[in-house]
């Protein structure tokens, strides 16, 4: 019986190391904020690294595009045969065609929006039968969204910088005056920007509906919308932010 | 007996503060559990030391064998998503207390009689 206490002892105190040995090891891992990691974090976080790769795919992607850009260039300059402005050109033509600056043509619709001529008035209220401001906003929002590559209003081309402003019976594109009825020229794919303003739900089918006001969509092989005057070229505050800053 | 056990887990705590050995955090969970059942099965040997009913091959199954089951129940509680290392906490938390109440009753009853 002797015996078996001390081995029992023995035990006791190498397994009472051990247990100390494991308890020093758990403290030393200093788990900060330790929480419960429940799938539905873990999912979260899969997501937000996943996220992250994704950046970092595209920030690879577009250091290789400028590294062939800068190859390109530095071929051309090594070349003797060739000329430089030649390609220099060819940037300032995209850099028009995509700040506005260039008359263009192409596959578009073409969209007539008038107020309601009926004298039937719908609600007894002048303002549900013509056509606002912000009805054309939303228009031009939804031919943005199916993909118009470039719009006019009565022949004003819409750029950044193109407000559309209330002015009673008229509205103010580009700094000038437009009656209704007002024409919205877009290119893009005809299908989309059709469907964009007839599908139901969206806002020209409700100013058609609901509102009784005249909107037409004409899908045309070839529109043409004319290039974009600014009326004032330069720009006071917007300065460009230099690489590195 | 107590004395000794606790000297034991202080030369345990010493040792594990200088031995180089770390493991991942995502193990802690376990060796958390693992521990808890390892420090019941301590109470539970001096409890039964005090008792004069100490048995060495009880005592070390039971360390091991505990610690281990604790370990596996949070382990796969992980894999199945329902936190299954509780009914270890409250296995385990629960009988420590108990058996501390009985060592310090142990411990009392002994000092009164002498």
């Known amino acids: 019986m002797s015996n078996q206490n001390n081995s029992g002892i023995i035990w006791l105190i190498i397994l009472s190391i051990l247990l100390g040995v494991l308890l020093s090891l758990q403290m030393k891992q200093n788990i900060d904020d330790y929480d419960l990691v429940s799938l539905k974090n873990i999912q979260m976080m899969k997501n937000e690294i996943n996220n992250i790769r994704k950046e970092i795919d595209d920030i690879k992607e577009l250091t290789e595009n400028k590294k062939k850009e800068l190859e390109k260039l530095k071929t051309v300059i090594d070349d003797e045969d060739e000329d430089i402005s030649e390609l220099l050109q060819d940037e300032i033509d995209k850099l028009k065609l995509v700040s506005g600056l260039e008359d263009v043509q192409g596959p578009g619709i073409r969209i007539i929006i008038d107020d309601n001529k009926d004298e039937a008035v719908v609600g007894e209220q002048i303002n549900d039968d013509i056509v606002h401001d912000a009805d054309i906003q939303i228009i031009l929002n939804d031919l943005r969204k199916a993909g118009a590559e470039a719009i006019s209003i009565n022949g004003q081309r819409v750029m950044s910088r193109s407000e559309i402003k209330c002015g009673g019976p008229i509205i103010r594109v580009n700094g000038r005056s437009s009656a209704p009825p007002f024409v919205i020229t877009a290119i893009g794919d005809p299908k989309l920007l059709y469907a964009a303003i007839n599908a139901p739900n969206t806002h020209g089918w409700l100013l058609r509906e609901v509102h009784k006001l005249r909107v037409e969509a004409l899908m045309k092989d070839n529109v043409y919308v004319p290039k974009y005057y600014w009326a004032e070229q330069d720009f006071k505050y917007a300065k460009p932010k230099k690489e590195g800053e | ?114």
């Open chain 2, 1 to 114: 007996m107590i004395i000794l056990a606790f000297v034991g887990i202080l030369i345990g705590v010493l040792i594990g503060i200088y031995l180089p050995i770390t493991y991942s955090a995502s193990y802690s969970l376990y060796v958390s559990v693992a521990i808890l059942a390892c420090l019941d099965s301590v109470f539970g040997g001096i409890r039964a030391a005090l008792e004069k009913k100490f048995n060495t091959e009880i005592f070390i199954s039971g360390f091991f064998g505990n610690a281990i089951l604790a370990a596996f129940l949070a382990y796969v509680g992980d894999r199945l998503g329902v936190p299954l290392y509780y009914a270890a906490i409250f296995a385990f938390g629960g009988r420590l207390f108990q058996n501390f109440a009985i060592i310090r009753r142990l411990i009392f009853r002994k000092r009164d009689s002498n």
